[in-house]
């Protein structure tokens, strides 16, 4: 499975990057939004996972989303947001304007790739936990 993170924390994406590994995912890293939406047009992916909070002077995490889906290429990619925000309504907020699924940081990563697997078994790609 080919993934792209999109993550501005260095640590955050090479751990990330460790933990999919284990599940013979490819990760790609993106350090910003930018970065990302040329490599979305570069590669084949499977899964996107986007960090909300991308740094000062940046497109967050939600700019980036709109962006993504503009493009015909990702109409059956599911994106994740992948966050610190993690108070009572986030996950319902991320998953209204568009995010197929949410995972706050420190990510559960025994649930992360459980979903994961489900959408590599061709199972929808919402799936909600």
């Known amino acids: 499975m080919n993934v792209l993170y999109v993550e501005d924390n260095r640590i955050n994406a ?3 990057d460790k933990m999919l590994s284990k599940n013979d ?3 790609i890293i993106a ?3 930018s970065q990302a939406l040329k490599v979305v ?3 084949n992916l499977d899964l996107i996972l986007v960090d909300i909070n991308l740094g000062l002077n940046q497109m967050d995490g939600c700019e980036l989303l709109k962006r993504l889906r503009k493009l015909d290429i990702l109409k059956n990619i ?3 947001a992948v966050t610190a925000y993690a108070m009572p309504g986030d996950k319902q907020r ?3 304007i568009g995010f197929d699924n949410y995972f706050s940081k420190p990510v559960d990563f025994d649930q ?3 979903v994961i697997s489900k959408i590599g078994a061709g199972s929808d790609k ?3 936990i």
């Open 112 to 114: 992360l790739l459980s």
């Open 41 to 43: 047009k570069e590669k």
């Open 78 to 80: 599911p994106v994740f």
């Open 94 to 96: 991320f998953i209204s």
């Open 25 to 27: 995912s490819k990760v």
């Open 14 to 16: 090479m751990v990330m």
């Open 31 to 33: 350090e910003n939004g």
């Open 126 to 128: 919402k799936q909600m």
